[in-house]
T-cell receptor
Framework: GNSVTQMEGPVTLSEEAFLTINCTYTATGYPSLFWYVQYPGEGLQLLLKATKADDKGSNKGFEATYRKETTSFHLEKGSVQVSDSAVYFCALRAGAGKSTFGDGTTLTVKP | EPEVTQTPSHQVTQMGQEVILRCVPISNHLYFYWYRQILGQKVEFLVSFYNNEISEKSEIFDDQFSVERPDGSNFTLKIRSTKLEDSAMYFC?????????????FGPGTRLTVL
């Protein structure tokens, strides 16, 4: 079956540091890949997505590139802010079926 | 912008009681889903629903759970006899086929607390 593996957290960074959260996946076929963000006490917000190999999703300074050869979709941001503190989930979805989520990575950014 | 809504935002119930969680998907969407997230854990798939029937369900979705689309707008999740371990955040989602994207739109969640 499909699966998503995220780097273990939590991650603590200083403001303006570079962020990478690793995500690799196992899937049959050609899934779409997503990053969701969950702020404390809130629901899931779609951060960015990519639907085919070599696509780059980007939003709010975050980026991730769909790498079929390495089955990866790592999340990056050049300069994090305190307001980026949240839990980040990598997910995949094949067609109209269910989404499969990673375990989530908690990011804390300190001023 | 259209959005998925869920009610109530927080439900507290006694063990053994029945609860119904309600969702209003985006109006032109065709696929509906329920997920749950136990506090501090990953988001887990429960069930998907299309064309008025369950299209897929996980092992979590046992006989205590049921889903229904009673009218053209609501999508409900019923837990017949709640257990302590049912305490979680429950997310509804909907989607429509759109090329290959099949993006899911998630509601804000209902926090269920079973005492």
């Amino acid at each position: 079956g499909n699966s998503v593996t995220q780097m273990e957290g939590p991650v603590t960074l200083s403001e303006e540091a570079f962020l990478t959260i690793n995500c690799t996946y196992t899937a049959t076929g050609y899934p779409s890949l997503f990053w969701y963000v969950q702020y404390p006490g809130e629901g899931l917000q779609l951060l960015l997505k990519a639907t085919k190999a070599d696509d780059k999703g980007s939003n709010k300074g975050f980026e991730a590139t769909y790498r079929k050869e390495t089955t990866s979709f790592h999340l990056e941001k050049g300069s994090v802010q305190v307001s980026d503190s949240a839990v980040y989930f990598c997910a995949l979805r094949a067609g109209a079926g269910k989404s499969t989520f990673g375990d989530g990575t908690t990011l804390t950014v300190k001023p | 912008e259209p959005e998925v809504t869920q009610t109530p935002s927080h439900q507290v119930t006694q063990m053994g009681q029945e609860v119904i969680l309600r969702c209003v998907p985006i109006s032109n969407h065709l696929y509906f889903y329920w997920y749950r997230q136990i506090l501090g854990q990953k988001v887990e798939f429960l069930v998907s629903f299309y064309n008025n029937e369950i299209s897929e369900k996980s092992e979590i979705f046992d006989d205590q759970f049921s889903v229904e689309r009673p009218d053209g707008s609501n999508f409900t999740l019923k837990i017949r006899s709640t257990k302590l371990e049912d305490s979680a955040m429950y997310f509804c989602a909907s989607s429509e086929p759109s090329g290959r994207t099949y993006e899911q739109f998630f509601g804000p969640g209902t926090r269920l607390t079973v005492l």
